[in-house]
């Protein structure tokens, strides 16, 4: 068994994880080596045994196209503390044809606050790729959207570049991520504002707004508020206690103007 910079017992958690089929599951220390996953993780690669991932990284049991995809997430996660909340992505069925999955990770500290890991989950959608290329387009405006909230995007016209209706864009969302594409853009332009607010404590909040794709400075205030309990002033000021803030995208939904 390989060494865990951490105090967690981890053998439950994987019995848990072991029962769901269409849930892999895995934790991985800081240079991406597995150190804990359950069967259907092992099934994916094509394993008969889970003890043969520990030690491995993505590239050594993924094929390379996935793996450089699954690597660059998991350096987000482990060298700038981000959360990879139900990122649309293709991986393998135990036959190795492609499927969709939503996949979600969560860096792992120790009680320094030191980021020594991650852990995450893959929920297999049950979409085999050939059978759903929709699935691409959607996935492909999801990132467009993540990449891009600082723009004045227009989702009709995203929609229309990948050959599709905003009605049919909206209706996959909900189905795929139980959220809309406008709730998915705001809770990407608040955390991009969360993380401007923390790291440059000079800038205005104006500033901030504007470069996150607010046109209304006092509408942003109001939306930040809504999901944090703070004005984005205070928040910079740490007024009061203030507890780690997720963004949801379903919270968002009534603040989306």
């Not at 991932?53 to 660059?72: C, F, N, Q, S």
């Not at 939503?102 to 049950?126: C, F, M, Y």
């Not at 059978?131 to 492909?140: I, L």
């Not at 995007?153 to 209706?165: F, I, T, Y």
Request: hydrophobic letters at 40%; one cysteine or more.
């Amino acid at each position: 068994m390989m060494d865990r910079p951490w105090n967690v017992e981890l053998d439950a958690i994987e019995k848990l994880f072991d029962a769901m089929t269409e849930v892999a599951f895995f934790v991985k220390d800081r240079d991406g080596r597995y150190v804990a996953v359950n069967n259907t993780l092992a099934r994916r690669c094509g394993l008969r045994n889970k003890s043969d991932i520990l030690g491995k990284t993505v590239m050594d049991v993924h094929p390379r196209p996935l793996a450089a995809a699954y690597e660059a997430q998991d350096r987000q996660v482990i060298d700038m503390g981000a959360t990879i909340e139900k990122h649309l992505e293709l991986h393998l069925y135990p036959n190795r044809r492609r499927g969709w999955c939503l996949t979600h990770k969560a860096p792992l500290r120790n009680e320094q606050g030191d980021i020594v890991g991650l852990v995450g989950t893959s929920h297999d959608l049950g979409l085999v790729d050939e059978q759903h290329p929709v699935y691409r387009q959607v996935a492909r405006i999801a990132q467009r959207i993540r990449e891009n909230f600082h723009m004045q995007l227009n989702l009709a016209d995203l929609a229309r570049e990948e050959g599709l209706s905003l009605a049919r864009v909206e209706r996959l969302f909900q189905k795929v991520f139980h959220y809309s594409p406008r709730q998915l853009l705001l809770q990407s332009r608040l955390e991009g504002a969360l993380a401007l607010i923390e790291a440059y404590p000079g800038r205005s909040i104006a500033d901030i707004a504007r470069e996150c794709g607010y046109t209304d400075h006092s509408a942003f205030s109001r939306q930040f508020k809504a999901m944090t309990g703070y004005t984005p002033s205070q928040f910079r000021t740490g007024s009061g206690a203030r507890p780690p803030v997720a963004f949801s995208p379903i919270a968002c939904a009534v603040h989306v103007t």
